[in-house]
């Protein structure tokens, strides 16, 4: 990766250049038999149509932060980098109350209303299915991203070493997340492009964020994230890390 790289969406946009194609998050929810894998292209264009709905329809700036109630998920990473690509905080699982605005998912709605500010709802559910009926004071996330621009550009340059981040209480600028990421990625197993990890911690904590997203992402490398793993048996789960050709796992 690009040694200049200085923040999450820098990392993105690196991935982005070097090979386009390859898969960057597949998800597994075990609950649900669901699997969906992304490639590098198809994650940032995700991430491009996220970063313009919270710039330009809930008009959030470098500074604003937004509450994220969500679990391990990949529509959560692209939450991530997208507030990266907008240069707002991305606080995990904070407050919605102190937060200038809150994305949820199921169980989190009622606590997000605390929020004061524009309230975003993910069903999480197969395909990114829309609500029949958009939780109340919510838009909902699969109907309002779609429409949005396959291009993002900031109207204002993302400062590396403003905060970026805020999980399990610890702040961390963008520039933070990149340099711990790349520090965590040897402990991880994550030796570069090829480095493929099965990640089942959740993204409360910096080391489920890390394993699940970052330190792939500054490596080249790629995650195999699943939710509600304990569903799975250990043969079908050895299974899984054969046939994902995974590395490395961090459970």
Not at 39 to 53: E, G, H, Q
Request: net charge negative.
């Amino acid at each position: 990766m690009n040694a200049t790289d200085r923040t999450p969406a820098d990392l993105l946009r690196s991935a982005l250049a070097v090979d386009p194609a390859r898969p960057l998050v597949t998800f597994y929810d075990d609950a649900t038999g669901e699997r969906v894998e992304l490639s590098v292209a198809t994650f940032a264009n995700w991430v491009a149509k996220t970063a313009n709905l919270l710039q330009d329809e809930l008009s959030a700036a470098p500074g604003d932060r937004v509450a994220l109630l969500l679990p391990a998920h990949w529509q959560t990473a692209v939450w991530l980098l997208a507030c990266s690509s907008v240069g707002v905080i991305a606080d995990v699982a904070g407050d919605p109350a102190a937060a200038d605005h809150v994305v949820a998912g199921p169980g989190r709605f009622e606590e997000g209303l605390a929020c004061s500010g524009e309230r975003i709802a993910l069903s999480l559910a197969p395909l990114g299915r829309r609500f029949p009926t958009p939780p109340a004071g919510y838009a909902d996330y699969a109907v309002e991203v779609p429409t949005q621009g396959d291009r993002f550009q900031p109207y204002a340059p993302v400062d590396p070493e403003e905060p970026a981040l805020i999980v399990a209480g610890a702040e961390y600028t963008g520039a933070e997340v990149v340099e711990r990421a790349r520090a965590d990625a040897p402990g991880l197993d994550l030796t570069g492009p090829g480095s493929r990890i099965l990640s089942a911690l959740p993204y409360d904590t910096w080391e489920g964020l890390s394993a699940g997203l970052y330190a792939a992402l500054s490596t080249g490398g790629s995650v195999v994230l699943c939710r509600h793993l304990e569903q799975l048996g250990e043969d079908a789960l050895a299974k899984r890390i054969e046939s994902e050709r995974v590395t490395a796992t961090a459970r």
